[in-house]
């Protein structure tokens, strides 16, 4: 796990290669179908190199709680080791994560937030704000191109902005830059501060979690690597 930007998505995918693993993703914003370029979803050449779940479950503004994440991906994990496989869960939604490792138990009474469950290995990716910054900078530069104004396009189209899947990702931005109402530059200036408004959330989630050893990108796979060979 780890914010926004942060890399976990190449080197999950690093790892899960190397211990026969799938991947479940832990993305609010990934479960939509046609947020492809603008949620930062796993492109289809890494979806080809590890099989990965979570991902396009249902349309943008359909309702989808984190209960039903949970059931899903509790499910997946079943699947996933029925297969001899490990199942690697990867993203940056808190709340999904930590509903699956204390095993939340909704609509009856208060979840347990005293232990985690001894099945999960919590790993943290940890970049220094500098680094996050430049990070999400370049990416938001290699989001804006015309793929993203086409995918734009084509959702406003379909489901309109009633949706807060719509109002709370690149594509507003994207449409207002299409529109005239901002110049690209501000458009990408606005786009890098909710990023890294996002990543500053999802880190104070995190920092509620003590369970979770927290390392720079660079040390996170052979420290998987060892745990997993240890075992």
């Not at 991902?55 to 039903?68: K, N, Q």
């Not at 609509?107 to 001894?118: M, N, T």
């Not at 606005?190 to 390392?215: G, S």
Request: with cysteine.
């Amino acid at each position: 796990m780890g914010p926004t930007g942060s890399g976990k998505t190449g080197v999950a995918i690093e790892i899960a290669r190397e211990i026969n693993a799938e991947i479940i993703s832990a993305d609010s914003r990934a479960i939509y179908q046609g947020m492809d370029i603008g949620t930062a979803k796993p492109s289809v050449e890494e979806q080809k190199l590890v099989p990965h779940w979570g991902i396009d479950l249902v349309r943008p503004g359909e309702r989808f709680t984190v209960a039903d994440w949970k059931e899903y991906a509790e499910k997946k994990i079943k699947e996933i080791e029925e297969r001899g496989k490990i199942a690697m869960v990867v993203g940056g939604t808190g709340l999904y994560i930590d509903a699956l490792v204390y095993d939340y138990k909704f609509g009856v009474g208060a979840p347990d937030r005293s232990s985690v469950c001894i099945n999960y290995l919590l790993i943290g990716v940890k970049t220094p704000s500098v680094e996050l910054r430049k990070r999400l900078k370049k990416r938001v530069d290699k989001m804006f191109t015309q793929e993203l104004y086409d995918e734009t396009k084509k959702l406003v189209k379909k489901y309109g902005w009633g949706s807060q899947a719509m109002k709370s990702n690149i594509y507003q931005y994207a449409w207002k830059y299409l529109q005239g109402e901002m110049s690209l530059g501000e458009a990408k200036e606005k786009c890098f501060y909710a990023d890294w408004h996002l990543a500053k959330r999802q880190m104070t989630w995190f920092k509620r979690t003590p369970e979770i050893t927290w390392l720079a990108l660079e040390k996170v796979k052979p420290h998987v690597l060892k745990y997993i060979q240890d075992e």
